[in-house]
């Protein structure tokens, strides 16, 4: 699958983007779709062990990211962070409730992505992303395991 989609420039309102696209990749390359489908319904451990490996890859767009899980995000600002939050993910399991991606504004890269799931869904999928990810630096306590990749940190909450 062609991931180069989730690491293109996030949009932003009132500067042109002059990027050349390649038209035929718009017809013929369903990596987008096939990826969508892949977060959408995969359970919660394959789907986080693909946000390591995305992010492992480089710097993905928050916006793709964000419009991959569903459709409603909400810019707030809590103090000096930025967050683009996203309320009723499209995920065929119903266990998340809340997804928040925490941007740095000046390059508009990623900080952390925070996701709230069902309490009785956390913690089963630990061993499998530990075992499948030597790589990275996982802490967890009762309620919030913390994943960090590169200079990015995950956080899965139990709520």
């Known amino acids: 699958m062609n991931k180069d989609f ?3 420039k996030p949009y932003v309102p009132g500067i042109i983007d002059d990027t050349p696209v390649d038209l035929d990749s718009w017809f013929l390359d369903d990596s987008r779709e096939r990826m969508e489908e892949k977060l959408r319904n995969s359970p919660l451990s ?26 409603n995000v909400v810019k707030e600002v809590r103090g000096e962070k930025n967050l683009y939050c996203l309320t009723g993910t499209m995920r ?19 900080k952390k992505m925070s996701l709230f799931v069902n309490s009785d ?17 996982i802490q967890k306590t009762i309620d919030v395991l913390s994943i960090s990749v590169n200079d990015k940190t995950i956080e899965v909450f139990a709520i």
Do not use: C, W
């Open 92 to 110: 065929s399991y119903n266990d998340i409730k809340r997804v928040e991606i925490e941007v740095d504004m000046k390059g508009l890269k990623i």
């Open 46 to 71: 394959e789907m986080i062990i693909e946000f390591i490996n995305i992010f492992k890859e480089g710097e993905p767009n928050y916006q793709v990211i964000l419009s991959l899980l569903g459709e």
């Open 121 to 137: 869904t956390y913690g089963a999928f630990e061993d499998e992303i530990t075992s499948s990810n030597r790589d990275v630096h």
């Open 6 to 8: 989730l690491y293109s």
